[in-house]
Each structure stands twice: as structure tokens, then as C-alpha cells.
């Protein structure tokens, strides 16, 4: 039996369709009201409070401009706006993917990161229900959550940005090794492992926190569950069926199409296709690649078909790493409806 996992992202409060997707229902709306940034403090006024209120007893009632503007804190009345604005878009669409391929397609995200992100939290949890490979769900992680990484000594080695800047009380951090092996007082104890096919079961007791750390070199356990994840992410919004593995190079005279899954993968890859010259600093910034097949080829471009789609992950120079989940279903190589 699959343990439970990622309790906090919401996913108890949405119901799931006939596709399994996600359907926005009145809890889910009432928790972003619950956000520290939306619930009344003792500072509120009666307005503010009022409107709130109204809310948390019908969380898809209107809320006017004239009702927002009577707030005495702009700031509080600027975040009711996000949020609505936020609400009003999954009341329309109905549902979490929907309305998350809605704000990717349009190509311009107006909302905060931080809803994006949980969205994605909650697509996944739905996704991996009854799952039981704790490596897939950790390296799923990155779809919501930056990370930090070190390549010392051959490894490729990704940390949890948050955590890493949380508990290690080090901004910009250059190495998780460093991490792993501190030694100092109880107050800044750092209690981060690695995550392996041996040890893998901690996961379970601790994917709340976001404190294990995976090595993503090519050939190990976690390189291959992020291709996983990737599968399971395409076929889950585009009812796609596609076959990822890693890669250790591109080396193909035919090579047709790529999509960086992240900001500097996504530079780093246009400029080889292009034939541009790139430094092996930059080079070393691409920490895993791999190689897309599209099962059934009358859904793929003409001239694209029988050609695979290479993905590149990478990371900043600051050793950061972002990925852009998004990429995977805007930027396939497919034909269009008919």
C-alpha cells in the first residue's frame, strides 16, 4: 500500500472528473482566503473584515471594485485583487489544469509564482496517487519547488532552495556538501540526506519538509524518475503517450527540435542547435538531458515525425534550478486539431 504524501498541498480540498482532473470547489477557494496576506488581523478595518467574511461563507461571490476600494490599507486591498482575479479564473475554467494550460498558452503569467506553484503541487499529488516509488515524488519536486545545486566531485547534487537557505542560514549557498557535512550548534543543525534506492523509504516520514537531497547524474536512480515524472506530466494533460530517457549528449546530425525545461537549459540548447559557440562554463550548467519519443507519431508535426525531441535541464550561475513545467505541454512539436 502507497504511504500518504504532500498533505499540505491542498489536494484533499478538489474533487476529481471523469479525466481526473481537478475541479475547483468552495474549500480550495476558502484556503487562499485563509493566506496570511488575505485573513483580517487586528488592524483590518470593519470593510475589510466584511468582505472576508462574505467570502468565507460564499467564496465565489462578486466582489466590486466599490468594496475594495473602501479598505483603509491599499496593501490588503491590492492582495484581495490578486486574489479574486486568481478566483474568478478557476471559477471560469473549472478546473486546475484547465485554467493552469489557460495562464501557459497565453503566454504571460500576471499571478504570483507562489499560485502557480501550488497548482502544480496539487496537479502532481492528483497525478502520483498511489504511488510508491519515493524517488519519483522527490524528483517531482522540481516541478514546484527551486533547488540549489552542487557538481563537486563528478555529482550532480540537488538540494531544496528554501530548505538549503532555511536551515543553513547561508544565502547563495555554493555547495549542499557543505551542508551535509556541517557539524555546529543545535540551533543550526543541518539534517538534510541523500536520497538513494537504500534510504529511500525516509521520504515517506518526511515529504512535508522538502529536506532530502538527489543526485541527478546520469545512470542514477534519481535521473531516471524525473524522466518518469516528465511521462506522467505530458500524458496526464495531453492524453499523450511518450517515452523519456536520459542522455548523456546530443549527437545528432538530424536534430530537429528541443525544449529547455527551464530558462538557461532553454538558452543553452537554442544556441548549439544554432551552431553557436558555448563556453564549457555554460556547458557544465546542463545537468541532465534526455530524449523524448512521441508514441504515436500522426499526432507530431509532419516534419518532425520519426525525429526524437531532446529535453535539457540546467541551471543559473547561481547555481539555481527552476524548472518550467510548462515547457513540456507548449512547446511539443505537434500537429495541430483537426
Keep these: 500500500m502507497a504511504a500518504e504524501f504532500w498533505k499540505s498541498s491542498g489536494y484533499h480540498l478538489t474533487t476529481r472528473n471523469d479525466r481526473g482532473w481537478h475541479e475547483v470547489t468552495p474549500d480550495l ?20 473584515v466584511a468582505v472576508f467574511e462574505a467570502l468565507m461563507a460564499d467564496p465565489f461571490r462578486p466582489v466590486s471594485v466599490a468594496e475594495l476600494a473602501a479598505f483603509a490599507d491599499s496593501d490588503a486591498a491590492d492582495n484581495y485583487r490578486i486574489v479574486v482575479t486568481f478566483r474568478d479564473l478557476l471559477a471560469r475554467t473549472g478546473t486546475l489544469e484547465t485554467a493552469y494550460l489557460e495562464i501557459m498558452q497565453a503566454g504571460r503569467i500576471n499571478l504570483p509564482p507562489v499560485f502557480i506553484d501550488q497548482m502544480v ?21 522540481l516541478f514546484f519547488r527551486e533547488q540549489t545545486v552542487t557538481t563537486e566531485d563528478g555529482r550532480v547534487m540537488l538540494g531544496d532552495q528554501e530548505i538549503i537557505e532555511m ?38 516520514q518526511r515529504s512535508e519538509r522538502f529536506d532530502t537531497v538527489i543526485d541527478m547524474r546520469f545512470g542514477h536512480p534519481a535521473n531516471h524518475a524525473f524522466a518518469r515524472v516528465i511521462e506522467a506530466w505530458i500524458n496526464h494533460f495531453l492524453a499523450l503517450n511518450v517515452r523519456v530517457q536520459p542522455a548523456r549528449s546530443i549527437r545528432d546530425e538530424a536534430w530537429r527540435w528541443h525544449i529547455g525545461l527551464d530558462r538557461d537549459a532553454t538558452d543553452i540548447l537554442n544556441a548549439l542547435y544554432e551552431g553557436r559557440e558555448v ?27 520519426g525525429k526524437p525531441v531532446y529535453l535539457a535541464l540546467g541551471s543559473s550561475a547561481a547555481n539555481r534550478v527552476r524548472v518550467k513545467p510548462q515547457n513540456l505541454l507548449v512547446n511539443l512539436p505537434l500537429a495541430p486539431l483537426t
Design 29 to 48: 477557494i476558502r484556503a487562499y482566503l485563509a493566506r496570511p496576506e488575505i485573513h483580517p488581523v487586528d488592524e483590518s478595518c470593519a470593510n475589510e
Design 121 to 141: 503541487h496539487i496537479i502532481l499529488r492528483g497525478i502520483f496517487t498511489g504511488q510508491t516509488d519515493p524517488m519519483r515524488l522527490r524528483a517531482a519536486e
Design 167 to 204: 536551515q543553513g542560514g547561508v544565502s547563495g549557498l555554493g555547495t549542499i556538501a557543505k551542508l551535509l557535512e556541517e557539524t555546529g550548534t543545535p540551533a543550526r543543525r543541518i539534517d538534510l540526506d541523500v536520497l538513494t534506492d537504500e534510504n529511500a523509504e525516509l521520504y515517506w
Design 279 to 305: 563556453c564549457d562554463d555554460v556547458l557544465t550548467r546542463l545537468i541532465a538531458l534526455y530524449r523524448l519519443e512521441i508514441v504515436d507519431q500522426t499526432r507530431v508535426m509532419e516534419d518532425v515525425q
